[in-house]
Structures are given as structure tokens and as C-alpha cells.
Nanobody, 121 residues
Framework: VQLVESGGGSVQAGGSLRLSCAAS?????MAWFRQAPGKEREGVAT???????TYEDSVKGRFTISKDNAENTLYLQMNSLKPEDTALYYC???????????????????WGQGTQVTVSS
């Protein structure tokens, strides 16, 4: 699966950005991760084929993950951006793993190249 992100950029605190991730085919699991300089990569938001969504606590109420299934495109709408949101944002995807009779999104096999988001105070 090829993943191509776009939509990153530089904004002032309080501003908004919308990230997009075009996938070469559909997958069960999709997510956004980010990595700031000197920090470990962290999950930001996830969505599965059943529409189940999760968010990292610091972005709840500010970020919205969505998916256009017809276009195999993942989005991340980011509002009320803060300087601490500055990071390289990655799109990730996986076909899911069968665990105890259900498909779970526990790890991600496919990754995009990343798109930089910079928020200035």
C-alpha cells in the first residue's frame, strides 16, 4: 500500500490545517501519527473500517479524523492548533490482525513519508 500525505504547513497558534493521505487501496485500519524533534512517535488518531475512532487525549475536541472510502483518502482536520502540535505527521495503514475472532488494529505496516506541521506562538 502506498500512502501519500499532503496538507502540512506553517500556521500561527489557534489556526487550522487539514492533512490528507491518499492510499493506493483500501485497508481495515488507518491512523495518523506524529513525531516531534527529540520525542518518540505517538499516535494521534485512528479509524477502522467499521468507523470506530480514537484520539490521543491532547487532541480531543480539536482534531477530527475522517475517511473517504470511495477515494481511499484519510483526512485529519486540525483546529485550535498549539505550538506543541508541531511535528512531522505520518499517515499509517494496516489490514488488521485476527485476534480472538475479531479484526484488531494493533500495529501498522504501511507508512507515508510524512508531512511537516509547524505551529508558531
Amino acid at each position: 500500500v502506498q500512502l501519500v500525505e499532503s496538507g502540512g504547513g506553517s500556521v500561527q497558534a489557534g489556526g487550522s490545517l487539514r492533512l490528507s493521505c491518499a492510499a493506493s487501496r483500501s485497508t481495515t485500519c488507518m491512523a495518523w501519527f506524529r513525531q516531534a524533534p527529540g520525542k518518540e512517535r505517538e499516535g494521534v488518531a485512528t479509524i477502522n473500517s467499521r468507523g470506530r475512532i480514537t484520539y490521543e487525549d491532547s487532541v480531543k475536541g480539536r482534531f477530527t479524523i475522517s475517511k473517504d472510502n470511495a477515494e481511499n483518502t484519510l483526512y485529519l482536520q486540525m483546529n485550535s492548533l498549539k505550538p506543541e502540535d508541531t511535528a512531522l505527521y505520518y499517515c499509517a495503514a494496516d489490514d488488521g490482525k485476527w485476534i480472538l475472532g475479531d479484526i484488531r488494529c494493533v500495529e501498522y505496516t504501511y507508512w507515508g513519508q510524512g508531512t511537516q506541521v509547524t505551529v508558531s506562538s
